[in-house]
């Protein structure tokens, strides 16, 4: 009776296991302080004007002539409407019907595979978010991998071999924050196309990117004949504790003649309720403005960004992201091996990171750091590990 | 690639036609009034202590020292605490890492399937929310129902016959209000001991139960080890539009050697991302002062109820519920079919409340009603109904 799939997943989750160890380190030293630069979440308080729109929308529930019951599962108009214009700032025309908003990217990431069957095929970039593995194994879906590695920059392109029902792609990417280009992208559309594949495209770094680089896979033509968008209020405006995503599934989206615009309508219908009232007029807020509020916390965060980089660049470290990302991904010194290394930042630096492996195969030569932290924290933890790394490359 | 089973459902949703269907005669009729008695949400405010507790969250979102990112996937353990205090009231003893806050019940009820087997059997009593029916449909179980009708109050007793992986039971009842005794959900305990079942106990009305009867299954002997319980805030304090629940899985509970707790958390981890802090706050103010709030928003539907109850009993109508529950389930006059009732109840009393028949084969000669309108509503509704059953009557 029980769903025997789940025995084949590995005991821990990536990030419990780096919060143990962790928390273990603490607790055997606790005089010595721990710079945290793993986990990706944000530190900087929300901005005023989403403060000020949760605080209205809390007063209006406490009252019975403005107070909300139930909402459409698929989110309130207001929302839907503030995300179409955002769209629209790239260029992309949706139909409102088209966004489902959500209590977040990793629900929907997770959830959206129940359309498919359980032999569909997937194929994930390795290194990647381990959810998109866990969520497949767990109904017991074929998992392909892409290599994703220091010859390609960590953008890998398709090839034959790659065919497959759902293809995930990250953009900008967690962990590498690396980001693909119009054209590379274009080629995954057209694999896509070729092969009835549906991408389901992570965007939730897309508020990261500075230049000519696409936000959205809408912005490639045939993208909405092949592709679903998972996005998220977290990263783009420190929702990480508020919780509110959407989701694009285009109506041309069409598979065995079926339209997954429709299954997945009737699917947050009969399994979800909708997203808080409170949360949607928070993030709402966020758009207004051009999303000015987000985009100073957003450059903040990229300042710390950049920290990091020059530190490495000054070294010599190979790495990926940084610039329209969160994320730094570098190379460990000497080859040393992602868990091992974490192991020497957080004794030798008090510095905590991710350990690539925890990410795919291709990722155990490296670290992830975040650039989520405070300035103070970020500038000493870059300071630590960079001794460290020139320590080691010493030998 | 599609997942098939999709395709076996019935095109709509119970409550979106029936919102159509208003919307429709609304729009010919626009000078008349039309009085909702269908779908159960609610619509009282949000208690003081809600508000307030959601007020300084916010607040505290706001100010970096206070500012909360991402929390456990299962909860904050100050809800889960308050949650654990609320089950002490009941008698029932848990431990905290069996309680998981969710954004519903809705949500959990359908995504606890996920731990079973594609051929694990389900046992649905008819007439029953449909959201049961159809999640498990979506992945292609098959399912077996158990009658609920007149001649057993719709509180059905398992057989032999019945014998099921996976057994939902809802007490109080959605759509009858009808409400299971310690002595009966003790023998669906026995039952599901004998035969390995697991059952998914839906609680989300037990604020409304008053008498001595069992809010919890784990008042009972023996459930921790076959049963798992949905809760909600929605209609204990009013939260359809705030969206929280939580979901009681013992750690007891162990099928083919695994540990369903164990299994949960693993899903929950992977597929979730946790409950907006803001309404964890909220939620954690209900069970402050016994409930006292929320008891008292309660003690007003449950008057609407008896306003209902009252009318029928003078027209000498059979019904279940109203009294430990915010659901009136009425039979129809003369032998009705409940669609056509509920079409002219719309045309003749503009009255809107959902046809039986949406719950299931059983429900097809019944009408459901709910008491959380407001007074004046409901009172005119009533009388309206009352009006419309006596005219019938007579032919």
């Given at each position: ?9 590995k ?18 030293n606790?005089s010595?302080?721990?710079?945290k ?6 530190t900087l ?14 007063a ?12 459409d ?12 214009e955002h ?18 990217a ?8 129940e ?19 866990d969520?497949n194994m ?8 892409i ?17 497959a ?10 962990p590498t924050g ?5 054209k590379?992208?274009?080629?995954w559309?057209?694999?896509a196309?070729?092969?009835g594949s ?5 965007a939730?770094y897309?508020?990261?990117i500075?230049?000519?680089?696409p ?10 004949e092949?592709?679903?968008?998972f ?6 405006a420190g ?29 947050q ?6 997203v ?9 807020a966020v ?15 990229k ?29 460990c010194?000497?080859?040393?091996d ?15 990171g991710?350990?690539?492996?925890g ?16 300035r ?10 960079g ?9």
């Amino acid at each position: 009776m029980i769903n025997k799939n789940y025995s084949a997943l590995k005991e821990s989750y990536l990030f419990s296991t780096v919060a143990r160890k962790q928390r273990e380190f603490a607790s055997e030293n606790p005089s010595l302080k721990i710079y945290k630069m793993s986990i990706g979440d944000v530190t900087l308080p929300l901005s005023k004007e989403v403060v000020e729109a949760m605080n209205k929308a809390v007063a209006e529930m406490g009252v019975k002539e403005t107070f909300r019951g139930y909402g459409d599962e698929q989110g309130y108009r207001f929302l839907r409407e503030s995300i179409k214009e955002h769209y629209r700032s790239y260029n992309v025309e949706l139909d409102e019907k088209e966004i489902f908003v959500s209590d977040g990217a990793k629900s929907d990431l997770g959830n959206f595979t129940e359309l498919f069957s359980a032999d569909a095929t997937v194929l994930v970039p390795d290194p990647v978010y381990p959810v998109y593995v866990d969520s497949n194994m767990m109904a017991g879906r074929r998992i392909k991998y892409i290599k994703a590695d220091k010859t390609n920059s960590f953008l890998p392109m398709p090839s034959e071999d790659d065919a497959a029902d759902i293809i995930y792609l990250c953009s900008p990417n967690n962990p590498t924050g690396a980001v693909y280009g119009r054209k590379e992208l274009g080629k995954w559309v057209d694999f896509a196309l070729a092969h009835g594949s549906v991408i389901l495209f992570d965007a939730a770094y897309e508020f990261f990117i500075d230049g000519d680089l696409p936000h959205s896979i809408f912005e490639i033509e045939g993208a909405k004949e092949c592709a679903v968008e998972f996005c998220s209020f977290s990263k783009t405006a420190g929702f990480t504790g508020v919780r509110c995503g959407y989701t694009v599934v285009p109506e041309k989206l069409v598979r065995d003649g079926v339209s997954l615009n429709k299954m997945w309508l009737r699917r947050q219908t009969t399994k979800f309720n909708g997203v808080s009232y409170i949360v949607q007029r928070g993030a709402a807020a966020v758009f207004a403005d051009g999303g000015k509020g987000a985009k100073e916390t957003i450059r903040y965060y990229k300042e710390n960004a950049g920290i990091i980089t020059r530190a490495l660049d000054s070294l010599g470290v190979f790495y990926t992201g940084g610039s329209n990302s969160p994320y730094v991904f570098f190379e460990c010194p000497n080859g040393m091996d992602s868990w091992e290394f974490f192991d020497l930042a957080l004794k030798r630096a008090q510095v905590v990171g991710t350990p690539g492996a925890g990410f795919g195969e291709n990722g155990k030569k490296f670290f992830r750091l975040t650039a989520f932290s405070d300035r103070e924290t970020t500038m000493i933890a870059t300071e630590r590990l960079g001794n460290l790394i020139a320590d080691v490359k010493k030998g």
